[in-house]
Nanobody, 115 residues
Framework: QVQLVESGGGLVQPGGSLRLSCAVSGRRFSSYGMGWYRQAPGKQREMVTF???????NYADSVKGRFTISRDNAKNTVTLEMNSLKPEDTAVYYC?????????WGQGTQVTVSS
């Protein structure tokens, strides 16, 4: 069984930065594709960024150049560095792990960008 636990959310002013972390328990972490999704109130969950098992990354257009995803296979963690945050980045952020037809989700962490 794979469990994902996010941390690092909070309140930040526009233009500020936050770092989200996702700790993953279970075996074969390095074989999973990992990602961050977010869901704002009244909106559908959307993909923010994804990193494959071999380190290939993909970003939503809305966060390109501002967000960076990375993974540490030795520590079973995936990190999302968020810079130049905007009010429209406000959402619950979810960590995702997927391999073949199986996927896992974290419980989510709130990110609020407001002055």
């Amino acid at each position: 069984q794979v469990q994902l636990v996010e941390s690092g959310g909070g309140l930040v002013q526009p233009g500020g930065s936050l770092r989200l972390s996702c700790a993953v328990s279970g075996r074969r972490f390095s074989s999973y594709g990992m990602g961050w999704y977010r869901q704002a109130p009244g909106k559908q969950r959307e993909m923010v960024t994804f990193i494959t098992s071999v380190g290939i990354t993909n970003y939503a257009d809305s966060v390109k150049g501002r967000f960076t995803i990375s993974r540490d296979n030795a520590k079973n963690t995936v990190t999302l560095e968020m810079n130049s945050l905007k009010p429209e980045d406000t959402a619950v952020y979810y960590c995702y792990a997927g391999r073949l037809a199986v996927s896992y989700w974290g419980q989510g962490t709130q990110v609020t960008v407001s002055s």
